[in-house]
């Protein structure tokens, strides 16, 4: 079955072609960071137009490097929230109307679930069950992942979720727009036991996490810094170099602390870590650092971290195959909890 995978949720327009005999076909990303970074962050109605402009261009150049036709296409996968409202309907009724046109089932994916099944697109695939942490900009969750659908929550942030944090941080910083991955080139150059930072919630037993301190103890040390009466241009330099790198180690260390807490409290082995931050350098050299303690660690490919269509054009794939599909009334969730997917 070939599956056509469009995901709007927020400043990336993602199209996939997935064949559940033959796997990835193709796919195709456009990000809007140039558009929205005049603003320092995503403008929803910019994030809506946007997507209305690439999403048939996309549409097409999948079809064509697929070396396949839309009549070809057998089901159409769209991410039906979490996300922005305006920018979830413009796939939704992209993915409608196509359906529709092809005479083709159409199905409403969850985020997140994308997310969470991404690895499955690598060669070396991991085993249900496994531990997700899926870090992203706005989620930062454990989940007991016992099989496609079948979803348990352990744990969640209770404020800022990790990407959130770095993005606030490196704006305090003065970085440029997204923040995240600006904060950790900054960090590359910085002692990373320069300034002391928390570690949140590492000394409570649950699997929940808080970001929202630690970016606060950032702020403090960095007004407490840039307040002396004498600091030159290259004490400060210096100064949010090391900043950057400590509040880095300070997420990576909650991070990779509570996954092993989950893989304990569960008994498994297998840890997939996925979602925008599943990228950052420092995160994965302390995950693979666990393989040593007989962990299991797996991650998407780089391009597919991020919101993409191939992750949506995946978990879709299968329930269409199963005969599951949407109802015709267009419908989008901007809050979704992820649970609610459990069969």
């Not at 979803?151 to 969640?156: A, T």
């Not at 307040?227 to 790198?245: H, I, M, N």
Request: aromatic share 6%; charged share 20%; proline share 5%.
């Amino acid at each position: 079955m070939i599956t056509l995978g469009i995901e709007s949720s927020c400043d990336e327009t993602g199209l996939a072609l997935y064949c559940t005999e033959r796997g990835l076909l193709s796919h195709a990303l456009f990000s809007q960071v140039d558009l929205h970074a005049l603003y320092g962050g995503v403008v929803p109605e910019l994030a809506s137009r946007d997507h209305v402009r690439r999403l048939v261009p996309l549409t097409r150049q999948v079809c064509q490097e697929a070396g396949i036709q839309l009549a070809d296409i057998e089901g159409v996968a769209y991410t039906a929230g979490p996300g922005l409202a305006g920018a979830l309907l413009t796939g939704a009724m992209m993915a409608r109307g196509l359906a529709w046109a092809l005479q083709c089932p159409a199905l409403g994916v969850h985020h997140l679930e994308g997310h969470v099944l991404a690895p499955m697109l690598e060669p070396e695939a991991p085993e249900f069950p496994f531990i997700c942490l899926l870090v992203s900009g706005g989620h930062t969750q454990l989940i007991h992942v016992q099989a496609p659908g079948d979803y348990r929550l352990l744990g969640e942030s209770i404020d800022d979720a990790a990407g959130e944090a770095f993005d606030k941080t490196a704006k305090m910083l003065g970085l440029s727009y997204p923040g995240g991955p600006a904060l950790s080139r900054l960090a590359e150059s910085g002692d990373r036991a320069a300034v002391a930072l928390p570690r949140p919630m590492m000394d409570r037993p649950d699997l929940d996490f808080s970001f929202s301190g630690l970016k606060t103890a950032a702020i403090t040390r960095y007004k407490a810094f840039t307040g002396k009466d004498e600091v030159d241009a290259e004490q400060l330099t210096q100064f949010k170099a090391d900043l950057a790198a400590g509040f880095e180690q300070a997420v990576v260390d909650v991070l990779i602390g509570k996954s092993q807490r989950a893989l304990r409290q569960t008994g498994l082995s297998r840890l997939v870590i996925s979602g925008g931050v599943s990228a950052n350098r420092q995160l994965r050299k302390a995950a693979d650092a666990l393989v040593a303690d007989g962990v299991q660690v797996y991650y998407p490919r780089l391009e597919f971290c991020t919101d993409n269509g191939a992750m949506i054009a995946l978990a879709g794939a299968s329930r269409l195959q199963r005969g599951e599909s949407s109802d015709l009334a267009v419908s989008v969730k901007p809050r979704w909890p992820l649970e609610s997917l459990m069969v």
